[in-house]
C-alpha cells in the first residue's frame, strides 16, 4: 500500500511524496544505502557531478531505457512454472527481447485471457525472432510445454489434440517458445461458434480512412439488425469487427450468415466493397473477408502481438476512439503497457452482451 502526499508547494509547481506503508509487504531495506543509482540512468549522484555535463533535461532528450537486466530479473520472479530460457534472445529487430514479450503478455493477461481461454488456438512461430524463419502451428506434438492445454477437436472422423490455454502459465509458455502471433477459433466449443469476426481488409491503395468508415458501415448494418459489435486494430492494416453471440447454431448457419451480412453491404456500396477475394477485383476497393466465420478458420486475439514492423499489437478499441481518430501502427508492445493501466476498457461490456440469431436476423440475410 502507498500514500502519495501533496505537501505546501515552495514555488508555483505542487510538490508530492510518496510513502511506503508498513504494511505486510513492507520492507526494512534503507533503498538509498543499498541502491543509490538513478532508476533511469543506472549512474549515482557521485557519477553525475563528475560529468555534469551528460546530466538529462527533460525538455530535449529522451529517457534511457532501464537496464536491460532489469526485466529479465522481474521475469524470473513470476509467479508461474514456467521454465524460461534465452530471455535476452532479440525476438523483434526494434529491440525487444524473450524477456520484453514475456513481460508484454503477463501485464496485459487479465485483458487477453477472457478472448483467449479454452478457445482451439493456432499460434505462429519465430524461434529466431521475426527477421528469422516461421511456422504455423495448431496440434499438440511431444514438444509442447504441460501448461498448454490440449483439445480435442475431430476433423474428417479423426480425432486432433489442439493447442489451448487457460490460465498465465500457459500463456506465458507461448514466448518461450518464440511465439508471435495467437490465433483464435470464433468458437470455445468446437460445434458451437460464439463470435462472428468481419475482416476488413483494403487494397494498398486505400487510406486509412476508408477502413475506418467500412468499420463503421458495418456496425450500423449489424446495429439495423438489433446486433451490438465491437471493434478492434488487427496489428496490420485492416480492422476487424467483431459480434459476440450466443452459442446456438450450426456453422452452416453461422458462414451463412455472416456471408449475407458481407454481401448485402457489399451491395449498398458497390464502389467500395467486395466479397470476392480475387486480386484482380480488389484494385481500389476493401475486401469484406466473412471467411474467417468458418469451423477450423482463425483470427488475430485482442491484444495478440503481431510478427509485423514496429512491434505492432491487435488493440481493441471503442467505437468512440475510432471516430476520434487512431493511428493502428501506434498500438505496439510498448505503448499497450500504458493502454492496459488505464481504468478503462474498451471492451468492458462485451462478456455482458448476451444476443442470438433470431427470426428477424436470419430473415434479413435470406436464411
Known amino acids: 500500500r502507498f500514500h502519495l502526499v501533496r505537501t505546501k508547494p515552495s514555488g508555483k509547481q505542487d510538490q508530492w511524496l510518496l510513502f511506503k506503508s508498513h504494511d505486510d509487504a513492507a520492507s526494512d531495506v534503507d533503498i538509498v544505502d543499498e541502491r543509490p543509482e538513478s532508476a533511469l540512468s543506472g ?6 557531478a563528475e560529468a555534469p555535463g551528460r546530466v538529462w533535461h527533460s525538455n530535449r532528450s529522451k529517457p534511457k531505457a532501464p537496464p536491460q537486466g532489469d526485466v529479465i530479473d522481474l521475469v524470473k520472479q513470476l509467479p508461474v512454472k514456467v521454465k524460461f530460457t534465452n530471455l535476452d534472445k532479440l525476438l523483434y529487430p526494434e529491440g525487444f527481447r524473450k524477456a520484453d514479450l514475456v513481460a508484454y503478455y503477463a501485464a496485459v493477461s487479465s485483458r487477453l485471457m ?20 516461421s511456422f504455423f502451428q495448431k496440434h499438440a506434438n511431444q514438444s509442447t510445454p504441460a501448461a498448454v492445454k490440449r483439445v480435442p477437436v475431430t476433423e474428417d472422423g479423426k480425432t486432433e489434440q489442439y493447442l489451448a490455454i487457460d490460465d ?10 518464440g511465439v508471435l502471433e495467437l490465433h483464435t477459433w470464433v468458437a470455445h466449443d468446437p460445434e458451437r461458434p460464439d463470435q462472428f469476426v468481419f475482416d476488413l481488409d483494403p487494397d494498398e491503395s486505400l487510406p486509412w480512412d476508408a477502413v475506418v468508415q467500412a468499420a463503421l458501415h458495418m456496425r450500423d448494418a449489424l446495429a439495423a439488425l438489433e446486433l451490438t459489435s ?10 476487424h469487427v467483431v459480434l459476440p453471440i450466443t452459442p446456438k447454431h450450426d456453422w452452416d448457419t453461422h458462414r451463412a450468415f455472416a456471408k449475407g451480412v458481407s454481401e448485402s453491404l457489399a451491395k449498398a456500396h458497390p464502389k467500395l466493397y467486395l466479397t470476392n477475394m480475387r486480386k484482380d477485383l480488389r484494385k481500389g476497393k476493401l475486401f469484406l473477408d466473412y ?14 502481438t503481431r510478427a509485423r514492423e514496429g512491434a505492432t499489437v491487435a488493440t481493441p478499441l471503442s467505437w468512440q476512439e475510432l471516430e476520434r481518430g487512431v493511428n ?8 499497450l503497457m500504458k493502454r492496459i493501466d488505464a481504468p478503462e476498457d474498451p471492451w468492458a461490456a462485451y462478456a455482458r452482451t448476451k444476443q442470438s440469431l433470431g427470426a428477424k436476423q436470419r430473415r434479413a440475410v435470406g436464411l
Open 43 to 48: 549512474r549515482t549522484v557521485e557519477q553525475v
Open 114 to 133: 477472457p478472448h483467449v481461454a479454452d478457445r482451439p488456438l493456432t499460434i505462429v512461430r519465430y524461434p529466431e525472432g521475426r527477421a528469422g524463419h
Open 168 to 177: 498465465l502459465d500457459g500463456l506465458l509458455a507461448l514466448p518461450q517458445l
Open 230 to 239: 465491437f471493434v478492434k486494430t488487427t496489428g496490420g492494416k485492416g480492422l
Open 291 to 304: 471467411l474467417r466465420n468458418g469451423r477450423g478458420a482463425t483470427a488475430i486475439a485482442p491484444y495478440s
Open 328 to 335: 493502428p501502427k501506434d498500438f505496439n508492445i510498448r505503448t
